[in-house]
């Protein structure tokens, strides 16, 4: 079974700083990796994904995050925090599989509420 | 990045009544679309896997005959709730997972809908 931890429930951070939102997780095989970003009464928007290659992925807004086998984890990461940035992060694994039949079934982590302030 | 269209966004409806929620790939096509129900401050719980042109696949403990799903066409699945009941209130969230190019294995997702039964 695949499982995906995000230890923190909430992250504060200054505009300006640097972020960065954690998540670990659990797998046999090789995973596929995303993290998707939530605003209220919203659906997700995807952010970024990993499936092979370089372990430094750039997705949308600025954002980043590094694959890192040996810890499994798959950490969010910005630069430069924007008020804007506040909302509900979410990792998700996934194994590959047939495009049919449920294959790419996505497991979510509990999620990350990042509070930007001023 | 693709769009997925989620409707309705709210519904508000009588115990003993049936809902039915539309979920539209706009701009591919989707052989395969999830349906996730999230709870206040939780992450989302996958319920079914729904596939063009066959049955849907259940999450265990998700009744089949409570949730029904049809995925009649490439671009269109419908979730159907039937005879509501106030636990059935909950966000509904559609997924559409594209077939191919740099998108491949992201799924993409509707808005949500937010039902609440009386």
């Known amino acids: ?118 | 990045g693709a769009v997925v269209s989620q409707h309705p966004s709210r519904v508000i409806c009588k115990s003993g009544t049936s809902v039915k929620i539309e979920c539209r790939s706009l701009d591919f096509q989707a052989t395969t679309m999830f349906w996730y129900r999230q709870f206040p401050k939780q992450s989302l719980m996958l319920m079914a896997t729904s596939n063009e042109g066959s049955k849907a696949t259940y999450e265990q403990g998700v009744e089949k005959d409570k949730f029904l799903i049809n995925h009649a066409s490439l671009t269109l699945s419908t979730l159907t709730v039937t005879s509501a009941h106030p636990e059935d209130s909950s966000f509904y969230i559609c997924s559409a997972r594209d077939q191919g190019g740099p998108a491949k294995n992201i799924q993409y997702f509707g808005a949500g809908t937010r039902l609440s039964v009386l």
């Open chain 1, 1 to 118: 079974a695949q499982s995906v931890a995000q230890p923190e429930d909430q992250v504060n951070v200054a505009e300006g700083n640097p972020l960065t939102v954690k998540c670990t997780y659990s797998v046999s095989g090789n995973p596929y990796l995303f993290w998707y970003v939530q605003y209220p009464n919203r659906g997700l928007q995807f952010l970024l994904k990993y499936i092979t290659g370089d372990n430094l992925v750039k997705g949308s807004y600025g954002f980043e995050a590094e694959f890192n086998k040996s810890q499994t984890s798959f950490h969010l990461k910005k630069p430069s925090a924007l008020v804007s940035d506040s909302a509900l992060y979410f990792c998700a694994v996934s194994l590959p599989g047939r495009l049919t039949g449920g294959g790419n079934k996505l497991t979510f982590g509990t999620g990350t509420q990042l509070k930007v302030e001023l």
